[in-house]
């Protein structure tokens, strides 16, 4: 496992960290007009030019599923595939396990930190919003929190975590950041207003479970 880590520190006003990134590739893919096998290096030389690599450099790229499609990334990546098994066929299977990428990364994050390393840069490369409590713990074991995200599917929640610093995935390439058309921006709203409904119905049914689970208590109690 390439995940640095361990106990000691950093010496006495060292500004040395090492830096663990993961990519999820599905959500911050590898831009059509970069290649592909430049990543690393790209990677590399924007959080040197911001002053965050200054240590040793993981990067981990994840995919969902065993026969997900992987560009060539060159040898300096470690790529994690999240199930041993293919993608579902049906589109609802498919559909049930959009998040599975997310979760590994969150899982690896938090075996990590449950060995109590050094503190570290550690940078995410998302476009989904269910990193914050990720974020939250890293911040307070004392480590930097650093994302990119994919300026098409990213939300506002994801945008609102704190952090020490975070960028648009093609603008930390140093590629132009390239403008929504106006029936992506359609899509794209359209896209957050069915996850806010989804989230607003959940949030509802909790509540109603939460009130019938109440009444049946009360029942219970002047019945003994």
Not at 23 to 49: A, F, H
Not at 62 to 77: A, K, M, Q, R, T
Request: charged fraction near 30%; charge should be positive; hydrophobic fraction near 35%.
């Amino acid at each position: 496992m390439m995940l640095a880590g361990g106990g000691g520190g950093d010496p006495p006003c060292s500004p040395e960290k090492d830096t663990i990134v993961w990519v999820d590739i599905e959500n911050c893919g590898v831009p059509s007009d970069l290649n592909s096998t430049e990543l690393y290096g790209l990677i590399e030389q924007k959080l040197g030019e911001d002053g965050f690599n200054r240590g040793n450099l993981v990067v981990n790229v994840v995919v969902p599923f065993l026969d997900s499609y992987v560009p060539e990334l060159g040898p300096n990546i470690e790529i994690w595939r999240a199930r041993n098994y293919n993608k579902p066929l049906t589109r609802r299977e498919s559909k049930n396990k959009n998040q599975i990428a997310d979760k590994f990364i969150k899982q690896k994050i938090n075996e990590w930190l449950d060995s109590n390393p050094a503190p570290h840069n550690v940078m995410v490369a998302t476009g989904d919003d269910d990193f914050r409590s990720t974020f939250n713990r890293l911040r307070k074991e004392g480590h930097t929190t650093l994302m990119a995200y994919n300026t098409k599917s990213v939300s506002g929640d994801l945008l609102s975590i704190q952090l020490d610093s975070k960028w648009d995935w093609r603008e930390f390439l140093s590629l132009p950041i390239r403008q929504l058309s106006k029936k992506e921006k359609c899509r794209l709203k359209s896209r957050l207003r069915a996850k806010a409904f989804r989230k607003k119905q959940r949030a509802k049914r909790r509540r109603r479970w939460m009130a019938i689970k109440s009444r049946w208590v009360g029942t219970r109690t002047r019945w003994r």
